[in-house]
Nanobody, 124 residues
Framework: VQLQAFGGGLVQAGGSLRLSCAASGRTISAYGMGWFRQAPGKERESKVIISWSGGVTYYADSVRGRFTISRDNAKNTLYLQMNALKPEDTAVYYC??????????????????WGQGTQVTVSS
């Protein structure tokens, strides 16, 4: 499966953005999906910020209550709705696909396919 993330941009603190991850080659309904991020000057976070695997959604503490993951199987697209954005959310965001039942859902090594990333910048 090929993944392409888009929808990033510049937003003020407190604002919202919706990221999309368009898939091709195979349907995303066959995969567990996750979103990771990499802040400027830092390595990619070692834990997923939000994931969907085998019907279970996981949220990292840093985004719980503000971010939501969803998918549209008809459009073969994964979404990340981000509300109440903070400057510390500034990062390149990556979508990833792995096994449908992904025991390693929180770890980047649990994912086999990655999108190219989309930049999100939150100004204070």
């Amino acid at each position: 499966v090929q993944l392409q993330a888009f929808g990033g941009g510049l937003v003020q603190a407190g604002g919202s953005l919706r990221l999309s991850c368009a898939a091709s080659g195979r349907t995303i309904s066959a995969y567990g999906m996750g979103w990771f991020r990499q802040a400027p000057g830092k390595e990619r976070e070692s834990k997923v910020i939000i994931s969907w695997s085998g019907g279970v959604t996981y949220y990292a503490d840093s985004v719980r209550g503000r971010f939501t993951i969803s998918r549209d199987n008809a459009k073969n697209t994964l979404y990340l709705q981000m509300n109440a954005l903070k400057p510390e959310d500034t990062a390149v965001y990556y979508c990833a696909a792995g096994p449908y039942y992904n025991r390693a859902y929180s770890n980047p090594r649990g994912y086999d396919y990655w999108g190219q990333g989309t930049q999100v910048t939150v100004s204070s």
